[in-house]
């Protein structure tokens, strides 16, 4: 499914869901689609229904093949609702909504793993039959599953009180509206990268990570011992995006996680976590006050406008943090 | 799910999809519901996509919901057809119509079977869910595949010439228009009956094989051994209903699938299938010059106007056949 031939990669970011998608899909404007390549979180892949979904690589599919839903989010344009109706009048698992568009994609994933087909070798043939021009790459072929622990006494909508459940009953099933007291990647410790990660992180001209949850969603990619060496191996080329902002995630729960999980839910909180792996944080104009304190953490701060309400913000954003990356190599000299 | 108190059963019927589900559907305006058991084909399951599909049991359910596409025969009225637009688009196996409305059900089914359920249970929890008021019973929990030898040569659209495939690969996928070398039901010598079947069978009042291909449909249910035994237990008050009528089926392959596996196809031919488990053929009108051929093979032959144009003429087919099983015992005095 991998066209034959492709450019030099010029810039691999580390993804997760919808904030990585919204960055793609200002980079894929200024680069060369063929040169980017994403590596995307799938530690939120689980299997409902016995459909093997994977949300991550599908929001970033969707984004770049522009059916990305854009009132939610996540899943497709232009969707309707009508096996989940079913599913509820049967009283079966409609936590999760699962689209009847979507559903083709879930359907077809499965069916090529159910094959022997790895996720890396379906990822290509999706993104192939949706358009998207950068490629794409499961951070593994081998199970990682995103475990959350969460504190006794939460409310949880009667899914039980503690104890550890799968990511999407956290994000999804309980709105991650409960207190979480641990996170753990389960599978991280035997995964290997799926081909091609390893050389996309060593040969791409700048790495990016994404302004993804730091915790949930880059937090597995970098869970991977081999992952994480490579990145490390690049950090004067990887440029993070904090996606904290004013003490505050755009999206998701990943300031309130952070805060949770002993992190200080700003952008120097962001860097804290992210200073063994890049040499470079870019935040926002909000937050130009932190610059000094996110230098104390031993990376170059850049502070940019890293809102991004439109494609062309995200644009913007992407040459920006490009920008930084080529700003960092002289430094070394 | 199942009621705690169901009236004793009156009538059971060994079934396979539409001509069961019609039949079906006019005895239950005979019959009280509660009091009529469906033994219902399995044989035809598959996974597609990673989902477990019933269809046997889906077009017994939803016809007997009200539920069933009218036009087709089979899935669900008011459909939708989305998901597979999309696994189309895809290039994903959308050789079967798997409905968005429809897609619910087996989503419902596979995530229970996956939880540890046996089909029997999630059965009852389905036509619970759909309001069925007749008891469905699949023939066996277990594994029971039925496979399809199609001839060398055969045109078969581009599957590969020759081998053995799956039933429904042979039913839908190649609309059965191939020729058929042998058929044989995969597990049926280790599959036991799921719970409630021998004694459906063993207390009913009445058994009736209902007008379904006796090859395909009845085939895997007889192919069990306690069933088939069962069966001839009750050979006196067991009413077969001929599916073939004037040489022909009213729908699918059962006339051409008979003569290519050596069987006349004609009521005669569907006599000496059952005549070692039924004591009583309900054949057509058209048929009627065929009851001394049916009688030398052993069975009681009744002649009614057997084929279901409407829920009125099952209702009468219902009538009649219970009433053919009430005149065979006097016979046996």
Redesign the interface.
Known sequence: MRPPERPAPAVTVLAGGYGAARLLQGLVTVCDPASVTAVVNCGDDM??????ISPDLDTVTYCLAGELNPETGWGLRDE?W????????????SWFA?G?????????R?????EGAPLSLVTA??TD??DVGARLLPVTDDRLRTRVTIADGTEDNGRGTGGEIGFQEYFVGLAHAVAVRSVRFAGAERARPAPGVLNAIAEANTVLIAPSNPIVSIGPLLALHEVRRAVMGRREQTVAISPIVAGAALRGPAARLMAELGHEPSAVGVARIYAPVAGTLVIDEQDAALAPAVEAEGMRCVVAASIMHTPAHAATLGRTALAAAGRAEPARR
Chains 1, 2 share one sequence.
């Open positions: 299997v409902l229904g016995g459909l093997h309707s009508r096996a989940r109706e079913t599913l509820r009048r049967l009283g079966g698992p699962l009847d568009r979507d559903l083709g994609t879930h359907l077809y499965t069916q090529r793993l159910a043939e999706l039959r949706w």
